[in-house]
């Protein structure tokens, strides 16, 4: 039996890269007995990538061949100041099994987003898909822009939350309100899946923004919002049914996990502890989620390779202020305050 790979390359991603002039995929193993990762290899410089096909399909190609490639993985985001949905490549510090680190940072990078010329962060080497959403309602546009930067904030800056509400003028929605986006996503998430199977980013960040908006739940009801114990359990189950119908939902997100843990030193602890959490919460809290990670075997072991990546990660990161972590999830949370308890251990 074949050895599974993970991080899938999907039909849409092998039309847009074939016979790409700077891309070609590869496999890679970050840890001995971990396993097999789909990633992509990058050259920012002139390289016949035809002639390297051929070497390696004759089986003579060599180390030599490869210089100047580093390996980037893929991913998307919403950029928060143009509401751009980006779909790129970015780099991947840890993956250095074919470039030295002056390889590494001698790459170039892409610094602004495409659309609005803002600041880019994250080390993108290469964009796959742009979508941009038309405006016909700049107000409106710009007062769900506003909501979208205030959630982030709420999840990860809660003791700044009624300066932040103050400042932008934000409405604090109820949190049945607020739940009700996450299945909101969720279900955009589903729709996408079926009617545009090609707009991977598209379904991919929507689901994405539910699992975030779970993590935000946790926040405000340990803050002291309450559901009814009828909502709450209707919520949670009206979740896990949207999640369950989604199948290219909760597997590339858990997938995704992984490779943000792998790469939270130079992409961030934030955002690694943040999917963590999230997926913890939603296997924790949330009756029936736990068999929908029990049915798929592999998806247990991607699960669990992302905690001990998180675990190897810690001693090489800097620990996050107070205001970066979100106050009142459980204290089976470990991962948000390891770096910091590692560094008092040792003295550093």
């Known amino acids: 039996m074949a050895e599974p790979i993970h991080g899938c390359y999907e039909r849409y991603a092998q039309e847009l890269f074939a016979d790409h002039p700077r891309v ?3 496999l890679i193993r970050p840890r001995p007995d971990g396993p097999l990762l789909a990633y992509y290899l990058h050259w920012d410089t002139g390289i016949d990538l035809t002639a ?3 070497l390696v399909t004759a089986g003579r190609a060599s180390e030599a061949d490869f210089v100047g490639a580093v390996v980037g993985h893929e991913s998307h985001f919403v950029h928060s100041a143009c509401g751009a949905q980006l779909r790129v490549l970015t780099l991947c510090s840890h993956a250095h099994v074919l470039y030295d680190l002056e390889t590494w940072r001698a790459h170039s990078v892409h610094r602004t987003c495409p659309v609005c010329r803002n600041a880019l962060f994250g080390a993108v ?3 796959i898909d742009i979508a941009v959403e038309q405006v016909e309602d700049e107000e409106k546009w710009r007062s769900e822009m506003l909501h979208r930067i205030a959630h982030a904030i709420r999840i990860r800056m809660p003791q700044v939350q009624t300066e932040i509400d103050a400042g932008m003028v934000v409405d604090h929605e109820s949190l049945s309100s607020y739940a009700s986006g996450a299945l909101k996503e969720f279900r955009l998430s589903l729709e996408l899946n079926i009617n545009q199977p090609e ?3 598209g379904r991919q960040a929507a689901f ?11 926040v405000r009801v340990a803050a002291g919002e309450m559901f009814s114990d009828a909502e709450a359990a209707e919520f949670r189950r009206d979740v896990v049914a949207a999640i369950a119908a989604n199948t290219r939902g909760l597997w590339p997100y ?16 934030g955002p690694a502890c943040l999917s963590r959490s999230a997926l913890q919460l939603l296997r924790d809290d949330y009756p029936g989620a736990d068999e929908l990670f029990d049915a798929d075997p592999e998806m247990v072991e991607v699960f669990a390779e992302a905690s001990d990546m998180l675990r190897e990660r810690a001693p090489e990161v800097e620990p996050l202020l107070d205001f970066e972590i979100p106050q009142g999830l459980p204290d089976g949370h470990w991962w948000w305050l390891l770096p910091s308890q590692l ?6």
């Open 24 to 26: 070609r995929r590869i």
């Open 52 to 54: 390297l096909d051929e």
């Open 125 to 127: 080497v290469e964009f």
């Open 199 to 201: 707009n991977q980013m």
């Open 208 to 218: 994405e923004r539910g699992m975030e908006i779970l993590v935000g739940v946790q």
């Open 254 to 269: 858990v997938v995704e996990s992984l490779y943000a843990a792998i790469g939270s030193i130079d992409d961030g602890w």
């Open 343 to 348: 560094r008092q251990q040792t003295g550093r």
